[in-house]
């Protein structure tokens, strides 16, 4: 099987198999200039059959040599991997090259936390007697109250809410259905939102829960704005994005001493170990409020100080 007749069944197959149109995107980007520099370097074979692991270590050299991150570097890999599993199903070659290459090593930053302080003034900047001053409000009410994901948020309808068992159903990532709890203060956020929706809605049949200002359903990059301006001089966490909500809500919870199995179930991981980083996040706070409030520690702060 030739290279642009694979690539163009694998994109098909992207959107068939459910998958966001960002990681389509960003995925086929990646096959696309994967196969872009074995043509700048006349490598390309005539099927994927003939492809190997040394034309993706190839690849991944090139990359380096043109400054593109680890993480982004990667990504590309992962994306490569996809499309060579894909055409094993298909029987278009026998082995998948791609996952016979070392990823680079990534270090993993701690996630950006808010202070319970700080969600609080930023609730309380909003200006509450617009509209879109509510959506927000109720937005981020929702966010740091369940610790949804920015997608899963702007997907939800404005039926969507159990509001009898306090809950909704959300599809997360892989398609996999969850039930997200909220608190009575996301309730009331978005009872007053729903109040003056009608205010925002361009179209009245529209059933997207959250509107943006121009009366169209709200999508992320907006909403990352919003919150990037809300955040703006309030904190100093390096990521002002909708998701330090819900990496704010999870650190919260288990400093508080949630289980942490149960935080990995609200925040719907797959795996245990994705919730894990949350802990280095508490034990750093941990650490930094014994050393500052504790008086034995004071004194050893201050002697190593010296």
Same mark, same amino acid.
């Given at each position: 099987m030739n290279a642009t007749t694979a690539f163009e069944q694998f994109a098909q197959w992207l959107a068939a198999a459910g998958y966001r149109a960002h990681t389509q995107r960003r995925y086929c980007d990646a096959v696309t200039e994967f196969f872009s520099y074995l043509q700048q370097q006349e490598k390309l074979p005539p099927?994927?059959?003939?492809?190997?692991?040394n034309h993706v270590r190839g690849f991944m050299a090139y990359l380096y040599e043109h400054r593109n991150a680890k993480r982004t570097i990667a990504t590309k890999v992962s994306a490569l991997r996809t499309f060579f599993q894909f055409c094993r199903r298909q029987g278009w070659c026998e082995h998948n090259p791609a996952s016979m290459v070392a990823m680079p090593k990534l270090e993993k930053p701690l996630p950006s936390v808010l202070r319970v302080s700080e969600v609080e003034i930023a609730l309380e900047r909003i200006d509450r007697s617009t509209p879109w001053g509510l959506c927000l409000a109720a937005l981020i009410e929702l966010l740091y109250?369940?610790?949804?994901?920015? *997608?899963?948020?702007? #997907?939800?309808?404005?039926? #969507?809410?159990?509001? *009898?068992?306090?809950s909704v159903r959300v599809i997360g990532k892989g398609g996999k259905e969850r039930v997200v709890l909220l608190t009575r203060r996301a309730l009331e956020a978005i009872d007053a939102y729903l109040a003056r929706r009608a205010e925002l809605v361009a179209n009245k049949f529209e059933q997207a829960l959250f509107i943006a200002p121009r009366g169209k359903p709200l999508r992320p990059a907006q909403a990352w704005r919003a919150i990037r301006k809300l955040l703006t001089g309030l904190t100093d966490v390096p990521r002002r994005s909708p998701h330090v909500f819900r990496h704010s809500f999870a650190t919260h919870l288990l400093d508080r001493g949630a289980d942490l199995h149960a935080v990995s179930q609200l925040l719907g991981h797959a795996s245990l170990r994705t919730t894990q980083i949350y802990t280095h996040v508490s034990i750093e706070r941990l650490v930094a409020a014994y050393k500052q409030a504790h008086p034995r520690a004071g004194a050893e702060n201050r002697k190593d100080a010296q």
């Amino acid at each position: 099987m030739n290279a642009t007749t694979a690539f163009e069944q694998f994109a098909q197959w992207l959107a068939a198999a459910g998958y966001r149109a960002h990681t389509q995107r960003r995925y086929c980007d990646a096959v696309t200039e994967f196969f872009s520099y074995l043509q700048q370097q006349e490598k390309l074979p005539p099927s994927v059959d003939a492809l190997t692991s040394n034309h993706v270590r190839g690849f991944m050299a090139y990359l380096y040599e043109h400054r593109n991150a680890k993480r982004t570097i990667a990504t590309k890999v992962s994306a490569l991997r996809t499309f060579f599993q894909f055409c094993r199903r298909q029987g278009w070659c026998e082995h998948n090259p791609a996952s016979m290459v070392a990823m680079p090593k990534l270090e993993k930053p701690l996630p950006s936390v808010l202070r319970v302080s700080e969600v609080e003034i930023a609730l309380e900047r909003i200006d509450r007697s617009t509209p879109w001053g509510l959506c927000l409000a109720a937005l981020i009410e929702l966010l740091y109250g369940s610790g949804m994901r920015i *997608s899963e948020a702007l #997907s939800l309808k404005i039926d #969507s809410i159990e509001r *009898s068992s306090l809950s909704v159903r959300v599809i997360g990532k892989g398609g996999k259905e969850r039930v997200v709890l909220l608190t009575r203060r996301a309730l009331e956020a978005i009872d007053a939102y729903l109040a003056r929706r009608a205010e925002l809605v361009a179209n009245k049949f529209e059933q997207a829960l959250f509107i943006a200002p121009r009366g169209k359903p709200l999508r992320p990059a907006q909403a990352w704005r919003a919150i990037r301006k809300l955040l703006t001089g309030l904190t100093d966490v390096p990521r002002r994005s909708p998701h330090v909500f819900r990496h704010s809500f999870a650190t919260h919870l288990l400093d508080r001493g949630a289980d942490l199995h149960a935080v990995s179930q609200l925040l719907g991981h797959a795996s245990l170990r994705t919730t894990q980083i949350y802990t280095h996040v508490s034990i750093e706070r941990l650490v930094a409020a014994y050393k500052q409030a504790h008086p034995r520690a004071g004194a050893e702060n201050r002697k190593d100080a010296q």
